[in-house]
C-alpha cells in the first residue's frame, strides 16, 4: 500500500540499526504517519499516543497491535516515559514526535524535551527522520485517504547525552529538530 498507493520513497534505510533499542524522533503532520514511520524502519516501533484514542473501542485495539501507549498531553507523564524506557530495554525502537501533536506544514517550531530525556535515561540514540508529504493525505475533513506522494528521509544516529541536564536536553532536541528540518528540506 505505501509503495502504490503513496508512492512512498525511502531514503537512508540503511541508518536504522537492525538490532537494539532506539528513538525515532520525526515532524507529524497526519495520523498515518505512525504506520508510515514503522514500515520504513522495518522494525517494530511502539508510539505514545494520546490517552483520548484509547477510549475508542476498535481504534484501542488497533493501535495497542501497533505498539501504542497512552500519554496524558500537556503535562509530564511520568507513565508514559516508564513505558517507553520499557519498549526500549526489550529492544524496541520508540517513536516520539518532537512537537508532541501534527504541524499542517510537517515543521517542529516548538519541539519537546521528551525524546532527549527518554534518550538520557535509556541511554539510546536517536534516529532523526523526516515525513514529507503526508499532510496532504487527508484534506478538508475527507473520509478517504489521497494518494500523494510521500517521502521517508532517515538521517544518521545520534548519540544519547550524557547528563539530564535541562541544557543538554535542549541542545539535543536542536540537534535533532535541525536534523529533522535539514532532511525534510530535501524535499521528494
Not at 29 to 34: G, K
Not at 84 to 103: H, K, M, N, Q
Request: aromatic share 6%; hydrophobic share 45%.
Amino acid at each position: 500500500m505505501l509503495h502504490l498507493y503513496f508512492q512512498v520513497r525511502i531514503y537512508g534505510a540503511e541508518e536504522v540499526p537492525m538490532e537494539g533499542p532506539f528513538l525515532a524522533v520525526s515532524n507529524h503532520a497526519s495520523d498515518f504517519d505512525p504506520p508510515i514511520l514503522s514500515n520504513c524502519v522495518r522494525r517494530p516501533v511502539a508510539f505514545m499516543a494520546k490517552e483520548e484514542l484509547f477510549r475508542i473501542p476498535v481504534l484501542k485495539q488497533a493501535i495497542k497491535l501497533y505498539g501504542a501507549y497512552p500519554v496524558k498531553r500537556g503535562s509530564a507523564d511520568r507513565s508514559a516515559i516508564r513505558s517507553a524506557i520499557d519498549c526500549l530495554s526489550e529492544g524496541w525502537g520508540v517513536g516520539i514526535f518532537l512537537e508532541g501533536t501534527r504541524t499542517p506544514d510537517a515543521r517542529i517550531p516548538n519541539p519537546k524535551l521528551g525524546a532527549a530525556l527518554i534518550a538520557a535515561k535509556a541511554q539510546v540514540p536517536l534516529l532523526p527522520v523526516s515525513l514529507w508529504g503526508t499532510q496532504a493525505i487527508i484534506e478538508n475533513n475527507s473520509a478517504l485517504p489521497k494518494p500523494v506522494p510521500v517521502t521517508v528521509r532517515i538521517g544518521k544516529l545520534i548519540p544519547p547525552p550524557t547528563s539530564s541536564k535541562r541544557e543538554d536536553l535542549e541542545a539535543l532536541t536542536q540537534e535533532c529538530t535541525a536534523a529533522i528540518h535539514a532532511l525534510h528540506d530535501l524535499g521528494r
